[in-house]
């Protein structure tokens, strides 16, 4: 793709901000790993770095495909493929800094100074609503004090460059002053990770506002699609209409019509008619045989953000093969939207064959997302998961403290009712699903469910990925770092006298705490032999004595050798 022409006049348009945004996210790719470096805790799922660049590398796969786009259309084509793509913290933050672009662009061909630092602001607002406990010292402060230098820089001069400039030069300053708000940071020596790769990002969208040259092999386009044999299996009733219809409506705040008008309209024309809406949103999935109708309808709540239609008839000729935009991206389930017909469904997120199997087949989840450590879902998978579940209230449990925030962002775009269950670790989630009682209202079982993950102690086990000094624990590349809820507890070299160790730590403190101790489950991840965990069980119970009841489970797990579960 040519460099957009740069107008003389002292606004970006929407080309400009388009290649500008994809060429960020080739910088952001060129070194996410000195990103990933940067986490402060030597584990090896400290991937910050890669979470950023695979949240914008989506937002550039769609930005890729305009041509002659005005600025709010690039950002709300950006906005919308951010979300659906975000995965980790990091990365659902880096999409809702982008969401105040499709907010503070809204209706603009092109964009001056004080458009841009507003959209910042109005990002960087989101951005902390969304956080529960925002951390100062994080890519949250440096988001805000950027935001906060272009504002006042816009009052004196509108250059957009210029005011550019100036929140790029205060993010840079805002990074450098990260280890002073965060003690962790300055006595690794290091400043916050995803500051950093917010700072990639506006330099490079700085460079190519300035007329630079994008950087190579941006992605722009997307592969040729393969096929893949599907997982799902094909329908055989009649298909009445023929185009399956989706997309979301960026909400018109002047438009005073009622989506329920366009529920009933839709209805009109085709059957399995979901129109969810919020203040800022509609997202709509109907079949019908005149999409075209449909679309039209719709343009009257505002402009959109998302199409897909797909026709059905196709699909059904040639039932058991599905279009895969990546190769590498078809290694997982295929989903396909199941109609809410029960009560109750559940979605859980796991990495490891047996741990996968545990929550779908013993503990009855409609879907299991792959992932965990290293493995962050986006925001989309989750989404995809949630609307293959054929329930009416669908409960999530992310499983992991960095997918947690990915799971919620699914809440608002689900064609029905979403709970995410904030489970941290497997264990937590074990414990939750076993607390689901069938027979009591949602409200009863979050409580309950919450309560038992709240009960449970989470121990785990893996190595570190690189040399580190953290909480006075003088680490060194390949050592054994052992986890008590979440916390590094001590450093070893042997990972199965590590386990045992770790055990009694743990059981000491829930005694001190006054929590009883029944049960321990030792899980044993894809690199341990069953043999070596029931040694490790052995160990245990020598330690804890016979009251304890001790046993082993084939999780399959990457990346930690073991997770100790206590209750």
């Given at each position: 793709m040519p460099v957009a022409q740069r107008s003389a006049d002292k606004v970006i348009n929407g080309s400009i901000l388009r290649d500008a945004m994809i060429s960020a996210s080739k910088a952001l790719s060129n070194v996410k790993q000195e990103v990933d470096a940067l986490n402060v805790f030597p584990v090896p799922d400290g991937d910050t770095g890669t979470n950023m660049s695979m949240t914008i590398g989506n937002a550039a796969r769609e930005l890729g495909r305009l041509a002659n786009p005005t600025a709010t259309e690039v950002a709300d084509v950006a906005s919308a493929a951010l979300l659906r793509g975000a995965r980790g913290n990091s990365g659902v933050i880096l999409s809702l800094l982008f969401r105040g672009f499709s907010k503070g662009l809204k209706g603009k061909v092109e964009a001056d100074g004080a458009d841009l630092a507003q959209a910042l602001t109005l990002g960087t607002e989101a951005a902390y609503k969304a956080v529960m406990k925002p951390t100062e010292g994080t890519i949250l402060t440096v988001a805000r004090e950027a935001a906060a230098a272009g504002v006042a820089k816009a009052k004196e001069d509108g250059d957009p460059i210029v005011v550019w400039e100036v929140i790029c030069e205060e993010a840079e300053a805002s990074l450098a002053r990260t280890p002073d708000l965060l003690p962790q940071l300055k006595k690794a020596g290091v400043v916050d990770a995803g500051g950093k790769g917010l700072c990639i990002v506006m330099e490079e969208m700085l460079r190519i506002f300035k007329g630079g040259e994008m950087l190579a092999d941006a992605a722009v386009t997307s592969p040729a699609p393969t096929k893949q044999k599907s997982t799902v299996g094909s329908f055989d009733e009649e298909i009445t209409f023929t185009y399956c219809t989706e997309f979301i409506v960026g909400r018109d705040k002047k438009c005073t019509l009622d989506p329920l008008s366009l529920r009933a309209y839709l209805e009109s024309?085709?059957?399995?008619?979901?129109?969810?809406?919020?203040?800022?949103?509609?997202?709509?999935?109907?079949?019908?045989?005149?999409?075209?109708?449909?679309?039209?309808?719709?343009?009257?709540?505002?402009?959109?953000?998302?199409?897909?239609?797909?026709?059905?008839?196709?699909?059904?000729?040639?039932?058991?093969?599905?279009?895969?935009?990546?190769?590498?991206?078809?290694?997982?389930?295929?989903?396909?939207?199941?109609?809410?017909?029960?009560?109750?469904?559940?979605?859980?997120?796991?990495?490891?064959?047996?741990?996968?199997?545990?929550?779908?087949?013993?503990?009855?989840?409609d879907q299991v997302v792959s992932g965990g450590q290293t493995m962050n879902p986006s925001t989309d998978d989750i989404l995809s998961a949630i609307e293959a579940t054929p329930a009416k209230t669908v409960f999530v449990l992310p499983n992991n403290k960095n997918i947690i925030l990915a799971a919620e962002q699914a809440v608002p775009l689900a064609d029905r009712r979403v709970c995410v269950l904030p489970t941290r670790t497997i264990p937590q989630g074990i414990s939750a699903m076993l607390a689901f009682d069938p027979d009591s209202d949602v409200e009863t079982n979050l409580i309950a469910m919450q309560k038992a993950a709240d009960n449970v102690s989470t121990g785990s086990l893996t190595f570190a990925a690189r040399d580190s000094d953290y909480e006075g624990h003088k680490i060194k590349e390949g050592q054994i770092l052992a986890l008590d809820n979440g916390k590094l507890s001590f450093v070893d070299t042997d990972v199965n006298k590590a386990a045992t160790k770790l055990a009694k730590n743990m059981a000491l403190g829930r005694r001190l705490a006054g929590k009883e101790l029944n049960f321990v489950t030792v899980i044993y991840g894809e690199d341990v032999a069953e043999e070596q965990a029931e040694a490790v069980c052995e160990g245990i119970r020598a330690k804890l004595g016979d009251n304890v009841d001790v046993s082993a489970l084939p999780g399959g797990q990457p990346v930690y050798y073991y997770f100790l579960s206590m209750e």
């Open positions: 024309i085709g059957d399995c008619v979901v129109v969810v809406d919020d203040e800022e949103i509609i997202k709509v999935h109907v079949h019908t045989n005149n999409p075209g109708k449909a679309m039209e309808e719709a343009l009257k709540y505002g402009q959109f953000e998302t199409v897909k239609v797909e026709n059905m008839r196709i699909q059904h000729e040639n039932a058991g093969w599905v279009e895969e935009e990546d190769a590498s991206a078809a290694t997982g389930p295929v989903y396909e939207r199941a109609e809410p017909e029960n009560e109750y469904g559940f979605v859980s997120v796991a990495a490891g064959e047996g741990l996968q199997s545990l929550f779908h087949d013993d503990l009855a989840c």
